[in-house]
């Protein structure tokens, strides 16, 4: 690890694009590290390397293996002391304002504007002397299940995540992907029993997915719903498979799951504005999509949830909750402040 996190820190001294990753249950990671600065968007999919692309569908990037020094690393998994970090907490302001958010997501859907809607909010903590190697490392020890990153190019910043969330995996012309929602803080999966405004919001993404889905496939294949564990927190799960018509295209598959019910909302479309006219911040690449892209004739791609950016001594938190109509303001804010944690924990004190 100590070549990795050499490679790392001198890539990011030279404001040198790179991206470190690990998929869910592995312990390889590899790396892309481009030789020149240059940002390279993506045209058709058929462009091979590490995709990083916005919710808003505006920006999509990507690192390409063919300029890129490609490099691969074994990690061991170990036992480690994860502190609970001493930062700031949300203000009552943020609280307001979030639950006031929530509020009139609820309103639009009762007014009939749209079944669901994902709202969410930034966080900032203030840290000093952030070490990209030691947060990484901590991720990487902490959410074993997850896809876990660090990205960075000059004209996007530094992020890092630990991500649940499956957009697509792709093989030729199968493909599987899942529907994900519900959150619930829990220790033990056996534990868990789920009200029925999970159990439904799950099922609205459901629904949707395979309805978009069915006209460009062939075979679906629709999995019952079951539970999975994300560090410290469970969601509901559906796995989704089948193979895509001749006269498509992986883009077109992209295209049609992104963004998805369990981050924008259902109708897409009007939910996605909804949020883009009312949420107070930008999004930008929180709950886009990223991951290998034609990789070995394959592409697996996933949701950048449980993500951070990194600006100077400011850490850029995100988190959202699924809206319907049952939904009450100040439980999703507790929600929020859950979820926040999945990120915070790696944030503690920076001690070599």
């Known amino acids: 690890m100590h070549i990795l ?3 790392i820190n001198e890539h990011h001294q030279l404001r040198l694009p790179f991206v470190v990753y690990r998929k869910p249950n592995t312990s390889q990671l590899k790396g892309l590290f481009q ?4 940002l390279y968007e993506v045209n058709d999919c058929t462009e091979e390397g590490f995709v990083f692309a916005s919710f808003d569908g505006d920006k999509n990037y990507i690192i390409p293996k063919a300029a890129s020094e490609i490099l691969s690393f074994s990690f061991d998994k170990k036992d480690i002391a994860i502190p609970l970090p001493e930062i700031s907490h949300p203000t009552e302001k943020e609280q307001r304002q979030y639950e006031q958010l929530v509020a009139s997501g609820v309103a639009a859907i009762q007014n009939g504007a ?3 809607v994902v709202l969410s909010r930034e966080e900032v ?3 000093q002397d952030f070490d990209i190697n030691i947060v990484f490392e901590r991720l990487l020890q902490t959410y074993p299940t997850a896809f876990v990153y660090c990205f960075f190019h000059p004209e996007i910043g530094l992020w890092l995540g630990a991500t649940p969330e499956q957009l697509l995996k792709a093989f030729g012309s199968t493909f599987q992907t899942i529907a994900l929602a519900g959150t619930q803080k ?3 999966i056996e ?3 789920w009200p029925t405004k999970e159990k439904e919001e799950q099922q609205l993404v459901t629904d949707y997915i395979v309805s978009q889905l069915q006209p460009y496939t062939d075979d679906l294949q629709i999995s019952e719903p079951y539970t999975i564990q994300a560090g410290a927190i469970c969601h509901i799960r559906t796995d989704i498979k089948g193979s895509w018509k001749k006269e498509n295209t992986l883009q077109q598959i992209i ?3 992104h963004p998805t019910p369990a981050v924008c909302g259902f109708p897409t479309a009007v939910a996605k504005d909804f949020i883009l006219q009312n949420e107070s911040y930008n999004r930008s690449f929180y709950t886009g999509f990223l991951g290998e892209l034609n990789s070995d004739s394959s592409s697996d791609l996933f949701v950048n949830l449980r993500c951070m950016q990194v600006e100077d001594q400011e850490v850029h938190l995100y988190m959202g ?3 319907t109509k049952d939904s009450v303001p100040e439980s999703e804010w507790q929600e929020t402040v859950n979820k926040s944690m999945t990120m915070k924990r790696v944030l503690g004190k920076m001690e070599k």
Not at 35 to 38: F, G, L
């Open 255 to 257: 295209h049609l799951l």
């Open 114 to 116: 749209f079944q669901k």
């Open 5 to 7: 996190y050499s490679k």
């Open 186 to 188: 829990a220790s033990d």
């Open 321 to 323: 909750c699924g809206i």
């Open 191 to 193: 534990t868990v029993i």
């Open 35 to 38: 030789s020149d600065d240059t």
């Open 125 to 127: 903590v203030k840290i």
